[in-house]
């Protein structure tokens, strides 16, 4: 059974950076697809960035660009996502997802439990 | 952006009545909709994926139809679980979006 769990919630001042992960398990195909999606208050989830596991090609959405990255550690069981130059309209919990591959590429279908990052001053 | 909307916003059933959810595309997404279960503090689940197959694991009261631009997911026999938000996700154009979600309360 896949599971993914992330990592707990963030405070930080606007201008700051922050660095979340995700460690997955269960994962039995090396051609797995991990994206990160944020959820501001009200909202429906919007798509971040996607990572594939098997070589560490990395999407961005434009909306984030330059100030999202999307990293591996070196097992490749933790994904992080580190986001910078932090501002209020940050404020959101960000999940962590799988891609639910071939019968439905960018539908999910296991998600992590979401990690809250708050910026305030 | 291909926008999705759902409704209602809010609707209100008793435990073990029907409840039927909708969600319109912007443009056609073929059957390229994805319904999910979320539930505060909790990982949100995949419920439904090809607007009408569901999700390994999910119960048959579960059941998703639509295709183009309308699309609806019923839900039967509401249990205790199935109080949540509920959004459908389009993944026919990249990056998929998502609805603003309908919740489901308790009557």
């Known amino acids: 059974q896949v599971q993914l769990v992330q990592s707990g919630a963030e405070l930080k001042k606007p201008g700051a950076s922050v660095k979340i992960s995700c460690q997955a398990s269960?994962?039995?195909?090396?051609?797995?697809?991990i994206h990160w999606l944020r959820q501001a208050p009200g909202q429906g989830p919007e798509w971040v960035a996607t990572i594939k596991l098997n070589g560490g090609t990395t999407t961005y959405s434009e909306k984030f660009q330059n100030r999202v990255t999307v990293t591996t550690g070196t097992s490749t069981d933790t994904i992080y996502m580190e986001l910078t130059r932090l501002r209020s309209d940050d404020t959101a919990i960000f999940y962590c997802a799988r891609d639910l591959g071939e019968r439905a590429p960018g539908a999910y279908d296991f998600w992590g439990q979401g990690t809250q990052i708050t910026v305030s001053s | 952006e291909l926008v999705m909307t759902q409704s209602p916003a809010t609707v209100s059933v008793s435990p073990g009545e029907t409840v039927t959810l909708s969600c319109r595309a912007s443009h056609s997404v073929s059957n390229d909709l994805a319904w999910y279960r979320h539930k505060p503090g909790q990982a949100p689940r995949l419920l439904i994926f090809g607007a009408s197959t569901r999700a390994t694991g999910i119960a048959d009261r579960f059941s998703g139809s639509g295709s183009g631009t309308e699309f609806t997911l019923t839900i039967s026999s509401l249990q205790s679980e199935d109080f949540a938000v509920y959004y459908c996700q389009q993944y026919n154009n990249w990056p998929g979006t998502f609805g603003r979600g309908t919740k489901v309360e308790v009557k």
């Open positions: 269960g994962l039995t195909f090396i051609n797995n697809y």
